[in-house]
Structures are given as structure tokens and as C-alpha cells.
């Protein structure tokens, strides 16, 4: 299996699977290919949550504004999984995902000789260099009689594979994306477990960050959704705001948080956007305080 993602809207994507189906007839499966344009750090963050569903599989994404510059190109291994990307950040938090830390993934260097664009490397250097892995994966698993999908499904096997393939290096200092952590205020007179479990007293504030926007509105935050799930009710930047488990617990049109598929909490609206009525976007700081803090 390929999963290819990217920013390119269409009709690119179809070029890269043309360039793939000549090389491997694996399965093809769109994760998406409308994500904010030029935004590694939001592809890094899709990618982080949806990738861990799959088997193990070779994830091309591309979200490239580096594209034609001197930035290389990488093969990432996460555990049995491997993900061709630019060397921007996009790749490592999805790879910590399907690793399950950092213990886990190898990253190498894609050698590129003169692609024929310097503004499509979708179809140059990513599409087909997932085919050539794929393809080299299911060879090896073949060779070594294996019962379908266990070559492939074995980390050690993907690892050596990936390490006798002409055309790969060992990355020395590959680009990183770290997702910042909420800062978290307790009641220092608290003694024993707040009510979120952990230790130090009742949560006063939480000071967190906008991670995304998905195409609802809905605003996603760093801070985790036990620190408000719940509550009846918090302030977000000074407003009081209902915490709700669904949207339809408030009437349309009207704000809430809730905590998203994700884990995080989100700043949302019931058939609306979240992002225009609380007038956050992605990098932005928000507050949250519990509606029993004394402001």
C-alpha cells in the first residue's frame, strides 16, 4: 500500500500516481490532498493523526515550499511504516506516531539526479521513489517466502531493505518539527490529584497554542482534552464559554469547546466556525480558566 498526500488540489495528484502505477501496481489511497497550502507544519499534524490508522504502508506526502531549492529529500522508517518527504519537518512528528517515540525511526537522504521539474517534485522525486521502496519492500518479503504481509510488516526487515537501496543515505541532521506543550497553572494550595488526575492541585489556567483548522472551523488546540473535559463550563481568552461532549448539546450558531477525535481540545461552533467567532488562527495563544477560577 501508498498513501499520498499533499497540498496540490488537483489535477497534480494524478500525475504522481501515473508515475507510481509504472513502477509497482501496490494499492493507491488519497489521505488528502487539500491540506493549507505551503504549511509543513499543518501537514505534520494531519499526517500525525490520520497515518497511525493504516497498516504498515509507504506514506508519500508532499507539502513542499522548499520545492527546487537546495532542501533534500527524504526516506523516513517509523517502525514498519516508511514516509517519502521533503526535508522540512513534515515527516517526523507522524514517524514519532508510528514509532511510538523516537527509538524507532531512521531517516535517509534521497539521491536526486536533475528532476525533470524544478517545481514538481511530487512527481519527480516522491512518487517515484515510494514506488521504487514499495516495490523493493514486496520483493524482499517474496524472496524470503514470507505469508503476505509479513515482510513488510516487520520492522527489521523494512530497515535492511531500506539500507541496501543504491539511491539512500543515512540523514545527518534532518529538520524537526516539535509541537509546543500547554503550560499548565495549578493551585499551589492544592495538595493530592487535581480533578484532571495529576498531581499539584486544581488547574487555575492552561495556556495553550492553536495547532489546526480543519475545514469546519473547528479550532484545535494543544491542550489536552482531560484538563477540560468534564466541566460545565470555562473561560477562553476572558469569555465564558459552555464545555460540551457533542455539538448538538448547544444550539446552532453557538460556541462550545469540546474535546476532538484527536485528543485536544477545540474551540468550535455548532454550524458555524470556530475560527472567525473566537478569532483564533493557527499559532495563536489561548487561555482557558475554569469558570470557578476568580478572575
Given at each position: 500500500?501508498?498513501?499520498?498526500?499533499?497540498?496540490?488540489?488537483?489535477?497534480?495528484?494524478?500525475?504522481?500516481?501515473?508515475v507510481v502505477r509504472r513502477h509497482t501496481d501496490?494499492?493507491?489511497?488519497?489521505?488528502?490532498?487539500?491540506?493549507?497550502?505551503?504549511?509543513?507544519?499543518?501537514?505534520?499534524?494531519?499526517?500525525?493523526?490520520?497515518?497511525?490508522?493504516?497498516?504498515?504502508?509507504?506514506?508519500?506526502?508532499?507539502?513542499?515550499?522548499?520545492?527546487?531549492?537546495?532542501?533534500?529529500?527524504?526516506?523516513?522508517?517509523?517502525?514498519?511504516?516508511?514516509?517519502?518527504?521533503?526535508?522540512?519537518?513534515?515527516?517526523?512528528?507522524?514517524?514519532?506516531?508510528?514509532?511510538?517515540?523516537?527509538?524507532?525511526?531512521?531517516?535517509?537522504?534521497?539521491?536526486?539526479?536533475?528532476?525533470?521539474?524544478?517545481?514538481?517534485?511530487?512527481?519527480?522525486?516522491?512518487?517515484?521513489?515510494?514506488?521504487?521502496?514499495?516495490?523493493?519492500?514486496?520483493?524482499?518479503?517474496?524472496?524470503?517466502?514470507?505469508?503476505?504481509?509479513?515482510?513488510?510488516?516487520?520492522?527489521?526487515?523494512?530497515?535492511?531493505?531500506?539500507?541496501?537501496?543504491?539511491?539512500?543515505?543515512?540523514?545527518?541532521?534532518?529538520?524537526?518539527?516539535?509541537?509546543?506543550?500547554?503550560?499548565?497553572?495549578?493551585?499551589?494550595?492544592?495538595?493530592?490529584?487535581?480533578?484532571?488526575?495529576?498531581?499539584?492541585?486544581?488547574?487555575?489556567?492552561?495556556?495553550?497554542?492553536?495547532?489546526?483548522?480543519?475545514?469546519?472551523?473547528?479550532?484545535i488546540t494543544n491542550v489536552p482534552g482531560e484538563?477540560?473535559?468534564?466541566?460545565?463550563?470555562?473561560?477562553?481568552?476572558?469569555?465564558?464559554?459552555?464545555?460540551?461532549?457533542?455539538?448538538g448539546a448547544v444550539d446552532p450558531g453557538d460556541?462550545?469547546?469540546?474535546?476532538?477525535?484527536?485528543?485536544?481540545?477545540?474551540?468550535?461552533?455548532?454550524?458555524?466556525?470556530?475560527?472567525?467567532?473566537?478569532?483564533?488562527?493557527?499559532?495563536?495563544?489561548?487561555?482557558?480558566?475554569?469558570?470557578?477560577?476568580?478572575?
Amino acid at each position: 500500500m501508498i498513501t499520498l498526500t499533499s497540498d496540490f488540489g488537483s489535477p497534480y495528484p494524478a500525475a504522481m500516481k501515473g508515475v507510481v502505477r509504472r513502477h509497482t501496481d501496490a494499492e493507491m489511497i488519497d489521505v488528502a490532498h487539500d491540506l493549507p497550502r505551503g504549511d509543513p507544519r499543518a501537514a505534520a499534524f494531519w499526517l500525525r493523526f490520520v497515518l497511525p490508522e493504516f497498516p504498515p504502508a509507504v506514506h508519500c506526502a508532499v507539502v513542499d515550499p522548499g520545492v527546487g531549492t537546495d532542501r533534500d529529500a527524504l526516506v523516513v522508517r517509523a517502525g514498519a511504516h516508511v514516509l517519502v518527504a521533503p526535508d522540512n519537518g513534515l515527516a517526523m512528528p507522524p514517524a514519532r506516531a508510528l514509532a511510538a517515540g523516537d527509538s524507532d525511526v531512521e531517516v535517509w537522504t534521497i539521491a536526486v539526479d536533475e528532476p525533470a521539474s524544478e517545481t514538481f517534485h511530487g512527481r519527480d522525486v516522491f512518487a517515484p521513489t515510494a514506488a521504487r521502496v514499495r516495490a523493493a519492500l514486496d520483493d524482499a518479503a517474496a524472496g524470503d517466502g514470507a505469508a503476505a504481509g509479513d515482510g513488510p510488516s516487520d520492522p527489521d526487515a523494512v530497515a535492511e531493505t531500506l539500507a541496501g537501496t543504491d539511491d539512500l543515505s543515512p540523514a545527518s541532521d534532518p529538520v524537526d518539527i516539535r509541537f509546543p506543550e500547554p503550560t499548565v497553572e495549578r493551585d499551589e494550595a492544592g495538595d493530592g490529584e487535581g480533578s484532571d488526575g495529576e498531581g499539584g492541585g486544581e488547574v487555575v489556567a492552561v495556556d495553550g497554542e492553536v495547532l489546526a483548522i480543519d475545514r469546519f472551523g473547528n479550532v484545535i488546540t494543544n491542550v489536552p482534552g482531560e484538563l477540560v473535559r468534564g466541566r460545565d463550563w470555562i473561560r477562553v481568552d476572558g469569555d465564558l464559554t459552555p464545555v460540551a461532549a457533542t455539538f448538538g448539546a448547544v444550539d446552532p450558531g453557538d460556541r462550545l469547546v469540546t474535546v476532538g477525535s484527536h485528543g485536544y481540545a477545540e474551540c468550535d461552533v455548532n454550524d458555524g466556525r470556530g475560527d472567525g467567532a473566537f478569532d483564533l488562527r493557527p499559532g495563536d495563544s489561548v487561555r482557558f480558566v475554569p469558570d470557578s477560577v476568580s478572575l
